[in-house]
């Protein structure tokens, strides 16, 4: 094989790098060591309840020498993350005996004597936690007094925006998930996934601790919306870089669901249960134990709803993963996280164990871009009737002394079977097929299961001079088999028409071993930046086989057998003699990275409160690989080395207390073709798309520039955002095909090609307004241009054509909301514009629009308690070349719902998409053609029911 680098230049860079690398670090340590006593240090405790260990708030913190003369009085204390934190700044780098006095009403004073000393390149020092005992208080009774106050949707404080769920008003039975639909400028998607002014919230805590990271939908739908005091979004420092004392990791943006203080020590869980027509079901459960340091989580759940966890929600319908397919799933789960009361050690363990079983019908209908400026289409539908069993186990740990050592070990095992039938028809005379070019039926049963076990550990370590080391190791292995048993039957309409029958068996194993090691060296300059080196060699072996057998080349195996779909030859040596050579392969693929990686970051503040952060990052990755790949008549070995960069540069600045917010980056990420597609090979499985390999693609590269603005205006609850992207790419992988007029069939290869860019752009606002911020308007635009190239060609003609398409799509949704106690009403609308042409005039432009207009409502009969919630909503499609794709589609949802037992129980009747009207239809366009497809969706049916809560919470002493 053809190498990107030779082996000899490898290593002249590897020298020369090298010996960069320690001219470049001798010369920072020698200025460090010139600035190092030209900055103050900070100073930096916790405080904490000697019996609870939690935070104390409201306390003051007096700074005095060792004979007692005050330092300053009054240090900033806060409380952050359960913790309470006080810290002084600018102390001079001196060595000298210390007193931290600490006082509060309801506590004994407490006092710390510490030796200030052994500064090194130390920005920061961190002081033993000071324990306060309370004071023994006596019983005062005081006169009655009642308060009202007028309750405030959203605050800022600095950079944290804060929701008081208690301002909300929501009917009983309502979850967490309801709740954020209504936060201002929040949104939530039906994945769980939520924006706040157009960011995208990385993690869901609970009283400031990870909760089912990553599935943020345990607590969306489980967790009761009267049980929330407040909801807190801000830019949180990760724990580690609290424990080193800088920034050192992205700070994490999360959502942080803050309890009433009744509710945090207890017991809470609720369960349902559903029955409607059609036989829809649900029934699910959920309950939690926790205390300050403790959490236990069980929950589990059974439906055939597609797990829609609610029958009116924002209007919103149609995305494929809640209404596509009927779905039917059985799943438990349970969480249990533990921590010392210093928060010093911390362990989790989370398990999972789902039954799946999914019914799908999906209709393609396509039009590809030929070279000569004709067009050819096709159709297809399939059927599929699929089982899967998935059972995931996940245990994590952190330990946070001298060392910081964090670990995890997971286990992933998905086994699935399941019958799939499809057909396929092309033509090059209209979208209605009158003329068939050829077609193709296929009927397959696929099972297979695949293990994955993954070990990851890594320690670091804050030296006494403020220098920090950093070890980490992890390994995977995985392994999967499947089995598959097809029989397809092709034909071409040619002179003589030809008919392809093909009844197959196949099975395919894969085994991967992936080491990894890396060591990293960082240097935290007093007033320059923070320079890190790592070095990490990484170790994949990884081998897969196929094999294909065409039982229909045995005897008494015709297509006029007819012999069942799983039925396999009895003797060994029939199997031998039907293998497919042609289209088995085998294949060992050995990789060996060093990834040498410079970082340097810089972290500047003013006296202003303004706050400036650059990072640049210059990853650079030499690789080896080998290659043993047997397929057919080759049997080779493939050699190849090659060096592949990745620099990035990112800033970001804050000022006006956090208020306003600014972040620009830029990347040029370069990534290496996969090995085997620079193999030979030929795939003709499926006689009417055969696949080829090309073994002269060359390196792929992405440059990206992004910049973002956020904005809270002068009244608090008004948010504004502007963002944009734009992405260049650089010999770009595209399966270019050729098609054959006279047999429909098309030959894909992978090419590289040029000309490919696109550009982005969004704005955000939102804003409360009114008596206690009855009213909330937002409005979010996007907009994008894309300039799609890529390769097509009619067989026969003299080369391969470029095809060129540009698509500019333009989104805007709007809504306007009002609520009081007992009403809430909201209008939305929304507007997608999509206006598509061909460079070259290879087909006619498309201008295309969809949008949807609607209301929602919810009031409450304070009486009768009884609440009435129903949403109705218009989508309608335009300019998409034929009356089936042009549609208005009236979609209309209403539930009731009446409390029991101080809402304990709660009890619906609900109705979805009482018109009939629902159906799932997806449009895309790009340079090789356009494809629509339908998906068959849930029907409409209607349902009862009942939903029980529950909390105990202990009397505290």
């Not at 052994?118 to 005062?140: S, T, Y």
């Not at 007094?145 to 929701?163: A, E, L, S």
């Not at 998607?189 to 345990?218: A, H, P, T």
């Not at 894909?748 to 307004?769: Q, R, T």
């Amino acid at each position: 094989m053809k190498n990107l680098i030779t082996s000899e230049n490898h290593h002249r860079i590897v020298l020369m790098l090298y010996r960069c690398s320690k001219i470049f670090l001798f010369a920072l340590m020698m200025t460090g060591a010139i600035q190092s006593w030209s900055q103050g240090v900070t100073l930096t405790g916790q405080i904490r309840n000697a019996f609870t260990h939690q935070a104390i708030p409201d306390v003051t913190v007096t700074l005095m020498r060792a004979d007692s003369t005050v330092i300053q009085d009054s240090l900033m204390a806060m409380m952050l993350d359960g913790y309470t934190i006080w810290v002084k700044r600018d102390m001079p780098r001196v060595p000298q005996k210390l007193i931290v006095r600490v006082t509060h009403p309801e506590f004994e004073t407490t006092y710390l004597p510490y030796h200030l000393k052994n500064f090194g390149r130390n920005r920061q020092i961190d002081l033993p936690v000071i324990l306060m005992e309370r004071k023994m208080m006596k019983e005062v009774t005081l006169d009655e007094v009642v308060i009202r106050p007028t309750k405030i949707k959203m605050v800022q404080r600095g950079d944290t925006i804060i929701y008081d769920a208690t301002a909300f008003n929501l009917p009983q039975g309502s979850m967490l998930d309801d709740l954020v639909r209504e936060l201002p400028g929040a949104e939530l998607k039906s994945n769980g996934e939520i924006f706040v002014n157009g960011k995208k919230v990385d993690y869901l805590m609970l009283n400031s601790r990870e909760f089912f990271r990553g599935n943020n939908q345990v607590m969306l739908r489980n967790l009761p919306y009267y049980t929330v005091k407040d909801i807190k979004v801000y830019n949180r420092t990760t724990d580690l870089s609290a424990f080193l004392g800088r920034e050192v990791e992205d700070k994490e943006y999360v959502m942080d669901v803050q309890l009433k203080k009744v509710y945090r020590q207890g017991y809470l869980g609720n369960a349902e249960v559903d029955y409607g027509t059609h036989d829809r079901y649900m029934g699910r459960a959920f309950a939690l134990r926790f205390t300050d340091n403790s959490r236990l989580t069980l929950y589990g759940g059974a439906n055939n709803t597609n797990d829609t966890s609610r029958p009116v929600n924002d209007g919103q319908w149609g995305n494929a993963l809640d209404v596509n397919g009927e779905k039917k799933q059985n799943m438990i789960g349970c969480e249990y996280f533990w921590e010392c009361p210093d928060r010093t050690f911390s362990n989790g363990l989370k398990t999972l164990v789902e039954d799946t079983r999914m019914e799908t019908e999906t209709r393609t209908t396509s039009q590809s871009f030929l070279a000569d400026s004709g067009t050819s289409f096709s159709r297809s539908q399939s059927i599929s009737d699929t089982k899967g069993t998935k059972v995931s186990i996940f245990d994590y740990w952190q330990i946070t002394k001298k060392w910081w050592v964090s670990g995890d070990v997971s286990f992933d095992h998905n086994s699935r079977h399941g019958n799939t039938s499809s057909d396929y028809v092309s033509s090059i005379t209209d979208i209605m097929l009158s003329d068939t070019l050829s077609s193709r039926s296929s009927q397959q049963y696929r099972e297979g299961h695949n293990n994955e076990v993954v070990v990851r550990t890594d320690a670091i370590r804050k030296l006494a001079w403020g220098d920090e080391v950093t070890f980490e190791a992890r390994y995977k292995h995985s392994s999967a088999e499947h089995e598959l048993y097809g029989k397809n039957v092709t034909s071409l309409k040619q002179q003589p028409p030809h008919i392809d029958y093909r009844h197959e068996y196949e099975k395919a194993e894969q085994k991967e071993d992936y080491y990894s090691l890396k060591a990293k060296y960082t240097v935290p300059f007093l007033k320059g930046p923070a320079v890190s080196f790592t070095y990490n060699p990484t170790h994949r072996r990884l081998a897969d086989s196929d094999n294909i057998f065409r039982l229909d080349l045995l005897e008494d195996w015709s297509i006029s057998a007819n012999r069942p779909l799983c039925l396999l030859p009895s003797m060994a040596d029939m199997m031998s003699s039907c293998i497919d050579l042609d289209n088995t392969y085998n294949y060992k693929d050995v990789a060996t990275n060093h990834v040498l990686t410079l970082n340097i970051n810089q972290h500047k503040s003013t006296e202003k409160g303004t706050k400036r952060n650059m990072e640049f990052t210059f990853p650079l990755t030499f690789t080896h690989e080998r290659m043993e790949y047997t397929r057919g008549r080759i049997d080779t070995v493939g050699l190849r080395n090659y060096t592949v960069l990745n620099p990035k540069l990112r800033y970001e600045s804050t000022w006006k207390d956090g208020m306003h917010t600014f972040r620009a980056s830029t990347s040029w990420l370069t990534s290496a073709v996969q090995f085997l597609q620079l193999m030979p090979f030929r795939d003709d499985r499926n006689p009417l798309m055969v696949q080829e390999s090309n073994p002269n693609l060359k390196q792929s590269w992405i440059y990206s520039i992004e910049a973002s603005l956020a904005m809270h205006l002068q009244s608090s609850c008004q948010m504004l955002s502007f963002g944009m992207s734009s992405n260049i790419y650089g010999n770009q992988i595209a399966n270019g095909f050729t098609f054959n007029p006279n047999t429909g069939i098309y030959t894909y290869k992978p090419e590289n090609v040029n000309g490919n860019w696109d550009m982005k752009g969004d704005a955000n606002y939102s804003i409360s307004f009114g008596k206690e911020q009855c009213f909330k308007f937002e409005n979010r635009v996007s907009a994008c241009f894309l300039h799609s190239v890529d390769i097509a060609s009619v067989e026969g003609s003299t080369q391969a054509m470029q095809s060129k398409v540009n698509t500019t799509m333009v989104d805007d949704r709007t809504s306007f909301a009002f609520s009081n106690r007992e009403l809430r009403i909201e209008a939305f609308g929304s507007l997608a514009l999509r206006h598509t042409i061909s460079v070259f005039d290879m087909f006619e432009s498309i201008n295309a629009i969809d949008f949807n207009y609607g209301m929602n409502a919810r009031y409450t009969v304070p009486v009768l308690k009884l609440t009435a919630e129903t949403d109705i909503t218009m989508y309608s499609r335009r300019g998409y070349g034929g009356s089936e794709f042009n549609t208005d589609d009236l979609i209309w949802n209403a539930t009731l719902s009446r409390s029991f037992m101080k809402g304990r129980l709660v009890v619906y009747a609900g109705a979805i998409d009482i018109l009939r009207n629902r159906r799932s239809t997806q449009y895309a366009v790009n340079a090789q053609g356009r494809v629509i497809t339908w998906q068959r969706s849930m029907p409409s049916y209607a349902m009862l029911r009942a939903q029980w809560h529950f909390n105990y919470n202990p009397k505290k002493k």
